[in-house]
């Protein structure tokens, strides 16, 4: 009788540590989120008066808009990222007028498959291009115009492998790369604008290389520098006529809605100008941070989707 009741009270406790387990193990479940969200939407403004001023001035107020989404999705060995920049900017001088001094369209989808660890088979698609008409002598409305709405827009769509150790480093490298770009304002479709062959043509299709990189390190408290570079080279014409670009933001957070950004962007693509770009802003304002779900390489938790 003895033995029959030390059966029954291991038996239950083995039932009950075992239930406990398996609520165990549906908390940690639950918490597991695979799509995250992190986006950043913000509202820079800049402004100078003078007033008898021996040094001299004009009054001048600009204001900079921007969104930053990245969307993810990550379960077992899938990958899917999703990036949304859309940044546009103006400013109004005394006797002057008011001109654009920020204008971007960046949008990007990756899915890759991990074959190992931090690698994965990957393809995707990025569109580039921006809202309004650029001109030149400082975008003065006046000049001549040279971009517009599409004009140039870019659209990849390509195949290749993907290094990601953590949200901090991304490199993208596809051999297989297409790459359009097309024109769409008839009055900028003229023979060697944006690389176009013939007047009237209104797209140009390259074959070639691409490679992107991401790279984000924090300089100190409050203080993160996002480095962005990419090249692509086209098989069919000249590769040797590299596309290159450099992005660098530095974000220096005053508290959770004050912040000023410092970027620098470096350009140079044969189709557009033989000569290098440069662009830089300088800007404080308002930011407001959303963070939705925590990424699977930010888990210290959950690393059961890395083969130990």
Known sequence: MKKFLLCISISVGIYANAQDEIKKDSIVADTIKYWSVSGKNSLMINQAAFSNW????????????????NITYEKDKDLWENIIILDYGQNNTKGLGTRKTQDAINISTNY????????????????????????????????????????????????????????????????????????LDKDLQ?????????????????????GTAYYKIKVMENVNLTNSASVFSNYLD????????????????????ITSNITADILYDHNQ????QLKQTLGIGFAYTLNNGVKRSDRKDSQWWIKK
């Not at 003229?190 to 691409?210: H, R």
């Not at 000249?238 to 809605?257: G, Q």
């Open 273 to 276: 100008i033989q000569k290098t």
């Open 112 to 183: 890759g498959r991990q074959f190992s660890k931090s690698w994965y088979f990957s393809g995707g698609v990025g569109f580039q291009s921006q809202f309004s008409a650029g001109y030149e002598d400082g975008n003065n409305p006046s000049a001549k115009k040279i971009s517009n709405f599409m004009a140039p827009g870019y659209l990849n769509l390509g195949l290749g492998i993907t290094y990601r150790p953590n949200d901090n480093i991304n490199v993208t490298l596809r051999p297989i790369n297409a790459r359009w770009t097309f024109v």
């Open 238 to 257: 000249h590769p040797e006529r590299l596309v290159l670009a450099y992005s660098a933001i530095l974000n220096l957070k005053v508290n959770k809605f």
């Open 54 to 69: 021996v040094g001299g001035g004009a009054n001048n107020i600009g204001w900079l808009a921007g969104i930053n989404y």
């Open 190 to 210: 003229t023979a060697g604008t944006y690389g176009l062959k013939a007047d009237g043509d209104s797209s140009l299709l390259q074959f070639g290389f691409l």
